[in-house]
């Protein structure tokens, strides 16, 4: 399974950006597909998971500004990014769970100058 993200930039506070990740080679369903992030000297936290079913879960610094959704026919999953601050800046990561493993696209740089 091969996970390919794309979408991350530079953009100004108050901005908004939308990743994409798009899914190749998998051979069973996901069950959750999510994004995280890592800045610099941090460890890498959840962002934002949608499960098969379509629930949605968010950490609390984004809650009301990310939305996460998924398109099944296409194998992708997107993270729109609203109102965005200069604490997002950090590596994007799309991550996939499946009954086959854990599987990490290779990221994509968010910057947010003040």
């Known amino acids: 399974v091969q996970l390919q993200a794309s979408g991350g930039g530079t953009v100004q506070a108050g901005g908004s950006l939308r990743l994409s990740c798009a899914v190749s080679?998998?051979?069973?369903?996901?069950?959750?597909m999510a994004w995280y992030r890592q800045s610099p000297g941090n460890v890498r936290e959840l962002v934002a998971r949608?499960?098969?079913?379509?629930?949605?879960t968010y950490a609390d610094s984004v809650k009301g500004r990310f939305s996460i959704s998924r398109n099944k026919s296409k194998n992708t999953v997107h993270l729109q990014m609203n109102s965005l601050k200069p604490d997002d800046t950090a590596i994007y990561y799309c991550?996939?769970?499946?009954?086959?493993?854990?599987?990490w696209g290779q990221g994509t740089q968010v910057t947010v100058s003040s």
């Open positions: 080679g998998r051979i069973s369903p996901a069950y959750v």
């Open positions: 991550n996939e769970a499946s009954r086959t493993g854990e599987y």
């Open positions: 949608i499960t098969a079913g379509g629930s949605t």
